[in-house]
């Protein structure tokens, strides 16, 4: 079965810099895949951050991250990786990684097909 696993959350203060992983298993990649990464604070809906296709790598990214965070892929590892600097508490959320095998609409956590646990950041001031 598919499965997608985050890691590399965790408590930093701001201006820290972090490095979120999604693991990817039993998926079937194709030029259609699109993985993405969704934030979800308390008491607010779940917001897109950014995304990536698999194949090529084209990159889109919501106003609020655009040159803060960066989207990337290891095909070798079938892993997603988002690198996320200079943080604030503004960025302090559940991250999630997804998996839509279409790009309409990959903004939408709709779109979305299959979803990894989650992992906290936290950011301090």
């Known amino acids: 079965q598919v499965q997608l696993v985050e890691s590399g959350g965790g408590l930093v203060q701001a201006g820290d810099s972090l490095r979120l992983s999604c693991a990817a298993s039993?998926?079937?990649?194709?030029?259609?895949?699109?993985v993405a990464w969704f934030r979800q604070a308390p008491g607010k809906e779940r917001e897109f951050a950014a995304a990536i296709r698999w194949n090529g790598g084209n990159t889109w990214y919501a106003d609020s991250v655009k040159g803060q965070f960066t989207i990337s892929r290891d095909t070798a590892k079938n892993t997603v990786y988002l690198q996320m600097n200079i943080l604030s508490p503004e960025d302090t959320a559940v991250y999630y990684c997804?998996?839509?095998?279409?790009?309409?609409?990959?903004?939408?956590?709709?779109?979305?097909?299959?979803w990894g646990q989650g992992t906290q950041v936290t950011v301090s001031s």
């Open positions: 997804a998996v839509t095998y279409s790009s309409y609409n990959y903004y939408n956590s709709s779109t979305y097909v299959y």
């Open positions: 039993g998926v079937i990649f194709s030029r259609y895949i699109t």
